[in-house]
């Protein structure tokens, strides 16, 4: 019924678009194209030549087949003899179109092709060609520096020759990749990606070949730890071995351990030692780059060295000690070029070239981090890295990089407060507060035995933020455990004095300094740390209280008031009569409050069907057991009564044996006395024969009438109905008006208590 806009409603064949690329078009119909005929290699056919191939390049399916036809009929060594010919003919134009179609070549990204120029006889005319691009003035000098002007320099004789050659063209494609080819724009980022891919397997056949190479690897080793090598020669040495190092990153992670044994038996690790003892910073830096490589891909291997080696050197010659101190001591290599461009007229770049000086040291120190992460530790059945690696560290160590700490804290401020020292301090401070939040016990006692807080709060005074931050920072992660032991040490130094004194300090700013002590004080009212809470109640708010901005320190001090109260109605319960704390000592508000709340609650969520509990119930659930406690003392007490009245009557027992059990039930329900079903109330009737049942639960087989037993036994009504009188504070003239009403008159019925 209807028909489709621009479609042909009588083809049967469908004409909708199907969605996939134009590889997999090609793919599935790989004659689709015919072959691209080249037109004959000639210097009249250049600009034809130059068109056809940059015609091309948009259709992956005529670019491999231009691949296959540039192949098949060896047409790049005919263009390099046009070359040679325009050159010699001083041929601009045709140098410019042969410029062009080398490009077009470049960006058909094809290993075959690739292979045939990067040929150690073609390379450089390639070169050549690359030299003359249209949009210069004057064509580049690329072969001269290649040729000329660099020059490789074989540290050691390499006798491999498919090496040497393996070297020189990667380093020559490396330098038309980086250097002479332009730049690709964002969008052409994969166009070059398989000229990439060609340097990259280059460089892992080098690595590869020199590994196995174990003569060429030995003589650069002992060469490089001899002390008779000179510093120029020693130098070249780890230049070459930090390049060889960069080009591991390009094997695959099992080839890459093996390559790390490889270096680690050949003793690289004592190599490295050696260098960083030595005063050339390019040596030094050479050693760092080669020393990151290591830890990052297997720290546990210089662990493994560290530890022996601490067997049998002393403490300032271990590697990691070589290592902090050079952290501590770091210098830019560049560091007297880039001062010099300081200058009044330029503000900005002295920021820049100070923020500049301590980039080896902060490489330093996450090699250290990673060394002390006791994440990347491993733990086996016969060792643990962990527990052995900190030991020594703490032990051997620790003192080294918390030296500059401790030497800068001795006052109340710090001694030295530029920007260099605060940079290194606060780099410290990193690795100290990564121990904090990572280590447990070790960092806990060299806290508490070097006093290390109160140290690290010295630098709160310092006119870098950053690094008073840094200061701040350590301090939240020690709050930030809530360990008490850690808290009794806080509370014991007074140690949020010097908080609240920055904080003081820093006024009514509004900055980073300010919001990070009110989030550390906001955490410890949250997670309700008592002790801190106390300590800063007590002898902290009156500084604080006046902070109207935020609520943190109002909140605070309420809840210590809160504390206190419920510290001294524990007290006061304590000191009451048991029987008396559960049931008549007057609980706090806020418990009332959640118990009216939950009963409120409760009526919302019931039922239709359901019946409501009657308050009478609820109080009588929380009042039996002191009501029974009390029935059990008066029953006794009456039981013993009774007892007394009996034996002094005079009633004569005819010489029969007579038993009187009492049965005291404290935990059925009181009758009233009046009630028409009570046993002993007047109105009871008793055969004569049985045996009758007192008011108070004796029962007599005695024989005597009931008239004369009313007259013996009698009871104190007022003892059973009432459930709260107290047999002690009942007056003698009571008890016998009660006794003489007793038996003169009987009581009248009283209806049943309610229950």
Known sequence: MFQVQGKDPSVDITQDVVEESEDERFDDMPDAAPPIELPPCDLSKLEEISELFNNVLPSPIRREKLSVAIETENYIKKLIDLFHMCEDLDNIDGLHHLYDIFKSIFLLNKNALFEIMFADDIIFDVVGILEYDSSLSQPARHREYLQNTS?????????????????????????????????????????????????????????????????????????????????????????????????SQTLQPQNRDSFFKTLSNLGILSAIEIILGLDDEQMKTAAIDIFSYIVEFSPSMVREFILLEGQSQDDEDLLINLVIEQMINDTDPELKRKRCLKSSRQPLNHLLVSRWELGGAMQLMAIIRLLIDPENMLATANKTEKTEFLSFFYKHSMHVLTAPLFA?????????????????????????????????????????????????????????AFLALCALRFMRKIIGLKEEFYNRYITKGNLFQPVVDAFNANGDRYNLLNSAMIEMFEFVKMEDIRSLCTNIA??????????????????????????????????????????????????????????????????????????????????????????????????????????????????????????????????????????????????????????????????????????????????????????????????????????????????????????
Do not use: W
């Not at 056949?205 to 020199?210: D, G, Q, R």
């Not at 401070?429 to 010295?458: A, G, P, Q, W």
């Open 151 to 247: 020059r490789f320099k074989e540290v050691i004789p390499i006798t491999n020759t498919e090496l040497r050659n393996k070297i020189h063209q990667t380093y020559r494609v490396q330098y038309i990749q980086d250097v002479i080819l332009p730049t690709p724009s964002v969008f052409e980022e994969n166009i070059l990606s398989t000229l990439s891919s060609f340097i990259f397997f280059n460089k892992v056949e080098i690595v590869t070949m020199i590994q196995e190479d174990e003569k060429f690897l030995n003589s650069l080793f002992t060469q490089l730890t001899d002390d008779e090598t000179d510093d120029e020669k020693r130098r070249e040495l780890v230049l070459f071995l930090k390049e060889f190092c960069t080009f």
């Open 538 to 755: 007590e002898n902290h708010i009156k500084d604080l209280e006046n902070v109207n901005y935020v609520n943190t320190f109002k909140s605070l001090k309420h809840r210590y008031e809160q504390q206190q109260d419920r510290i001294r109605e524990k007290s006061a319960t304590e000191s009451m009569p048991s029987i008396l704390r559960n049931s008549r000592f007057r609980r706090d508000e806020r418990a009332l409050d959640e118990e009216e709340d939950m009963y409120f609650n409760q009526d919302d969520d019931l039922d239709d069907g359901e019946s409501i509990v009657p308050m009478g119930d609820i109080l009588k659930n929380k009042l039996d057991p002191d009501f029974d406690q009390i029935s059990r003392f008066i029953e006794n007490k009456r039981a013993k009564e009774q007892s007394e009245l009996t034996k002094d009557c005079p009633i004569k027992l005819h010489n029969k044996t007579s038993a009187i059990s009492i049965n005291i039930k404290s935990s059925s329900p009181v009758s009233s006395p009046g009630s028409p079903k009570s046993p002993g109330s007047p109105t009871s009737p008793k055969s004569p024969g049985s045996p009758g049942r007192t008011s108070s639960g004796i029962t007599s087989n005695t024989g005597i009438s009931p008239s004369e037993e009313k007259s013996v036994v009698t009871r104190k009504p007022g003892l059973i109905g009432g459930l709260v009188d107290y047999p002690d504070e009942d007056s003698d003239e009571d008890e016998e008006e009660e006794e003489e009403s007793e038996v003169t008159a009987p009581s009248s019925k009283r209806p049943r208590l309610a229950t």
């Open 408 to 464: 800068n804290t001795t006052d109340n401020k710090p001694s030295k407060d530029d920007y260099q020292t605060a940079q290194l301090l606060s780099l410290i401070m990193e690795l100290l507060s990564f121990c904090v939040e990572h280590h447990t016990y070790h960092i806990k006692n060299y806290i508490i035995s070097k006093d290390l807080l109160r140290r690290v709060l010295v630098l709160l005074k310092s006119q870098h």
